[in-house]
């Protein structure tokens, strides 16, 4: 694999770069955009470009079509999502000629993205960028739409809120590229929401399984499949804006530095926080096997993502199974489970509390050094914030508290753990 | 950093070969260990050994101690057991000599291991080896004690069960070594423990982060904190037989075989099982911010590790807390609750569940797909194997089970995901 080694600049290398849609909403951000990859072709970079439909057109495209029916149909909604980046790509490609930039557009099935036949949540199976390569090949820049793909059955998909990303990190692995960058509206990654923790730093390094761990639990960008997707290929990412155009955040395989990773001392790197997530509960249940199976299963085949799932057996022999999922799946999992599960499994299900939030702190070291938890524990209590489930991996402790809590919790626990700058 | 590709055999190397106690155990296995190291140096490696004490040497220094005092003193006691290691470094110096290869002992301390004064557990702050490196420049092996150090009081440490695998990734970091080699008396990392799943598969590779989850939930080789200092600092490992001699399993950044690494699709690689682990409940605790920091601080301070935590709210208000920890801990962690912090949080601990099982599944792309679990769900409920608790990653998925069904667990969660061979 032709691969630079993330934290050097390549002096001539293959870059392919993600305009989100606050970085292509109009004309003169398109240009601005056309200018930067001018640039870096008079450098002598290739450039793939991967573009979003722009500002708010996926959002207003939804709006025309909920005024038409409430159940649309899903191969039809694709072919009308995907209208959005038909027009960014065809625009961009106006603007690099405006800039003497010979450029092609492509969309997501003229790429090569192979997907399932899963609308509006189709996953890449696998890619044959063939006309990229040709592209690329003679000088052209190819500017591909975002988040787009064909199915097995041959009709156009739409790979999700967030899919450019993953488009652009799929495409950079199979071309082999030099790195990855996904221009957005914030400057990097940072070790909390500087929203709600001014004094949160930009991270000029992190790890593919701490990016992992924090998308994961509610760091927002870059999305969570193409994380995902960089984490198991190694794809060398740069999170950066694309409105100061400042270096962002590189995401590497381990730090160079040793200040950053201590022998065998834990080290935080992160806050996460989420507040996206309502929690259902489904109480009374015969603690007996075949619950969580039968349970579980009518969800993930309903499509609905559950997060984090809480069991445990109570002393009259019944079992409470709590588990938190994406608000907007709430209406969806609750018609699943009423519609024959909860009988099924003789449970009842308790009113919905959608007002959840999630605090988590990612980092190395966690599994031998107990104290990072009881220090997280503390820190919410002392602050006098209940915790009502607890999750932990190897290197991550996520606490579901009430969600009109979780902005104070963040700056506590960024604080208790020495994150403040 | 000087270092090898990880999956190529670098052909003039430094390598850090750990011998645990089995390999070591007697005179002739130590011949055979001081033949290989030959070889090693006839083909122009250096080598710098790490070595445990042999066979049961420790277990038996720790019974001697029994017999004396059931109360016996850190420091002393950490003398006492380094003495194996002391033994096991000499007796191998001498075994090298008689193979003409020249080779110096060095201790814990002598070879530069600054310890925190955390006896019989200590963890390593910093690796000063010096003395190792001028060894190596004159061409003479290094064997250095496993499981050593000298803490900030300049007391002798050890690092505790396992810590030999330590010493030596920890060493090859600060080496800058091309390769770690463990050598042990297993063969590699399988898809399951081949006595409990016949049709286990061994690994050639596995990624650092698969095997940080699968030595967090029961893979009992290489040690966890092992595997942590590896994981957070990229050291090159491999994991292999010192009795077959064959090639083992290589731990990688990432796969390079495309099968191994579809674009979205998950892609469970192990099962793991442990039954080292009670189950500790508290019940009838309100329902207030305070109760989880008072409660895993207070067991944090006397050096318990717990694992998983489950906490859920009941309908009249109070919560329960139930959470797993290692058996050999649950004296000391029902001591420490008893001693004043159940009456402090107003709970009652319930009788301990000493028989608790945890099987895992782990592997890449589990979090976007839902299905994963769903299955080993249903695995378990086909096979009237009841869940008690859940947790999962953004890699694995944990569910804890009765003991007696471990096994059973292990192997049909394993055909399951089709990992038979």
């Known amino acids: 694999m032709r691969r630079g080694r993330g934290a050097t600049v390549v002096c001539v290398a293959l870059l392919v770069q993600k305009f989100g849609g606050t970085s292509v909403a109009d004309p003169d951000r398109m240009r601005t955009v056309a200018e930067h990859v001018a640039r870096c072709r008079k ?142 509206d914030v400057s990097g990654v940072f070790s909390a929401d500087p929203r709600i923790v001014p004094r949160a730093g930009k991270m000029e390094t992190i790890t593919f399984d701490e990016l992992l761990e924090m998308t994961a639990t509610g760091c ?22 694309a409105f100061t155009w400042e270096p962002g955040t590189l995401v590497v395989e381990r730090y160079e530095n040793e200040e950053e990773s201590a022998m065998e001392q834990p080290i935080i790197r992160a806050v996460t926080s989420d507040v996206s997530e309502s929690k259902l509960t489904v109480v009374g249940v015969p603690d007996q096997p075949g619950v969580s199976g039968t349970l579980f299963r009518s969800l993930a085949d309903a499509g609905v993502n559950v997060d984090m799932i809480v069991q445990n057996v109570a002393a009259d022999g019944t079992t409470d199974i709590s588990f938190t999922l994406p608000t907007e799946d709430l209406v969806k999992a609750q018609e699943t489970l009423n519609n024959g599960v909860l009988s099924a499994i003789s449970g009842t299900l308790v009113a919905p509390e959608s007002s959840v939030g999630k605090v988590s702190v990612v980092g190395a070291g966690m599994k031998s050094n107990p104290g990072v938890a009881a220090t997280m524990f503390e820190t919410l209590a002392d602050n006098n914030i209940n915790i009502d489930m607890i999750s932990t991996s190897a290197i991550r402790i996520s606490c579901v508290i009430d969600a009109d809590k979780v902005d104070e919790a963040v700056q506590h626990v960024h604080t208790a753990f020495g994150l403040d700058r």
């Open 43 to 184: 450098r002598g970079d290739d450039v793939a470009l991967v573009v979003s439909a722009m500002g708010k057109e996926t959002d207003d495209l939804l709006h025309m079509a909920s005024k038409i029916t409430s159940e649309p149909d899903g191969r039809e909604m694709d072919m009308l999502i995907t209208a959005g980046e038909r027009k960014a790509i065809s625009l961009m490609c106006m603007a690099l000629h405006q800039q003497g930039v010979e450029a092609h557009s492509y969309t997501g099935s003229q790429a090569g993205f192979l997907t399932d036949a899963n609308h509006q949540n189709a996953k890449i199976l696998e890619i044959n960028p063939y006309r990229i390569k040709e592209s690329l090949a003679q000088g052209i820049v190819p500017v591909i739409a975002g988040a787009q793909g064909v199915s097995t059955e041959k009709n156009v998909t739409f790979l999700g809120r967030g899919g450019s990303d993953t488009t652009a990190v799929a495409l950079a692995h199979a071309l082999d590229a030099d790195l990855c960058e996904l221009f957005t």
């Open 220 to 241: 927002p960008k870059p999305a969570m499949r193409s994380v995902e997707v960089a984490h198991n290929h190694r794809v060398p990412l740069h999170v950066r804006s």
